[in-house]
């Protein structure tokens, strides 16, 4: 079985900094795609950042140049550098992996997710 533990969001004032991560433990074989995803409340989760095993990266529009997607495949994990926060970019993360374990097919695994709130 695979775990995704992410990391604690918080309180954060408008204009300010915060970098969520995403580890993933288990039996893992292989680590595919990375992504972080947002639910803010009354709507749909929507994606805000991918990024492939090859490094190539992908953005909502609505956070391009303000969050940045990495990830460290030696400790399988994933991070969203999010700078110049709104009060929109309020909502529960939470971070999804496509992974193979050994002796199985690729297979979507979720975070718990994690709150950010952007708020004077």
């Known amino acids: 079985q695979v775990q995704l533990v992410e990391s604690r969001g918080g309180l954060v004032q408008p204009g300010g900094s915060l970098r969520l991560s995403c580890a993933a433990s288990?039996?893992?074989?292989?680590?595919?795609?990375m992504g972080w995803y947002r639910q803010a409340p009354g709507k749909e989760r929507e994606l805000v950042a991918v990024i492939t095993s090859g490094g190539s990266e992908n953005y909502a529009d609505s956070v391009k140049g303000r969050f940045t997607i990495s990830r460290d495949n030696e400790e399988n994990t994933v991070y969203l550098q999010m700078k110049s926060l709104k009060p929109d970019d309020t909502a529960v993360y939470y971070c999804?992996?496509?992974?193979?374990?050994?002796?199985?097919?690729?297979?979507?695994?979720w975070g718990q997710g994690t709150q950010v709130t952007v708020s004077s």
């Open positions: 288990g039996s893992i074989s292989s680590i595919y795609d």
């Open positions: 999804r992996m496509g992974v193979s374990t050994w002796g199985s097919l690729r297979h979507d695994y």
